[in-house]
């Protein structure tokens, strides 16, 4: 049976295909003041700012390519039991053929009712103030903003509980309770960071690779299956 393996991506996985990660240089946040765009006291007090907002992430994420790091991830389901559990809300894990995606901050290409977050519809196109669900009400962002529940955070922690590997990818680990995931790692499975410039994890159990995504995610490949290849010959 297939190892476990979790990949709990962020927005630095994404930084090489050209999409601004949230908190470096050039970040989103050094333009947009998170009240203004992501909480769901922004859509209340200005719809059309915030529709602006996740209108132009969207046809910017419509120009750009999975990058080497998410091609080497579906790579991996070769050797193990994959699951990708995300806060990105692009799309660059499925468009690079990974199987199992979890998005815990939403998906840039889903729209919803604002009063029901249970009909959701594709889209590739803006959202439009007055454009609505079929309940009549107005068609959101399927964003999970600051300050709202995420409703996948229970399924995820399920899923972390039970792996084997544990890894980090291009995320500050500041935002919560995405980053509390990295809590529920069983004892004995081993942990690593991909980051060029590695975060506070508070962790001495954790593999750090100091590196790009594209970069690291090779070295990690190149550990993973050496520690494969070793414990199958100790069997
Ligand atoms: P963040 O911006 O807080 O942190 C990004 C991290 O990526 C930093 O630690 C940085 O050092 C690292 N990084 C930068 N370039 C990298 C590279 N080439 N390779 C690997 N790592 C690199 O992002 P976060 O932790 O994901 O946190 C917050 C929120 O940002 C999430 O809620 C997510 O929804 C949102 N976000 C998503 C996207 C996207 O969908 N692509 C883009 C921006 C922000």
């Known amino acids: ?14 930084a090489e295909s050209g999409i601004p990660t949230f908190r470096d240089q050039n970040g989103i946040w050094e333009t947009h003041r998170i009240e203004e765009v992501a909480t769901p006291q922004a ?8 529709l602006k907002f996740y209108n132009e ?16 991830i579906k790579k991996l389901e070769e050797f193990f039991e994959v699951v990708v559990i995300t806060q990105n809300i692009d ?4 468009r690079a053929g990974s199987k199992n995606v979890l998005h815990l901050h939403g998906e840039i290409f889903k ?10 519809y594709p889209t590739k196109n803006d959202i439009k103030v007055g454009q609505l669900a079929e309940d009549g ?14 409703p996948m955070m229970e399924k995820a922690i399920e899923i972390v509980k039970q792996c084997d590997y544990f890894v980090v990818i291009g995320s500050s680990l500041v935002v919560y309770p995405a980053a509390s995931l990295i809590s529920y790692v069983p004892q004995n499975a ?15 159990d954790i593999f750090v690779i100091q590196k790009p995504a594209t970069e690291g995610i090779i070295e990690l490949a190149t550990k993973l299956k050496k520690l494969m290849t070793k414990l199958s010959l100790l069997k």
């Open 137 to 150: 009400e107005q068609l959101r962002p399927h964003i999970v903003w600051f300050f709202e529940e995420v």
């Open 190 to 204: 081993l942990k690593f960071i991909i980051d060029p410039q590695i975060p506070n994890h508070g962790d001495k």
């Open 57 to 72: 992430r969207r046809r910017k994420i419509l120009k750009v390519n999975p990058n080497k790091a998410h091609l080497e």
């Open 43 to 50: 859509w209340a007090s200005n719809p059309k700012l915030v």
């Open 1 to 14: 049976m297939k190892k476990k393996l979790v990949i709990f991506s962020g927005a630095g996985i994404s």
């Open 91 to 94: 799309d660059l894990h499925e």
């Open 111 to 120: 729209m919803r009712s604002e009063k029901n977050s249970n009909l959701v």
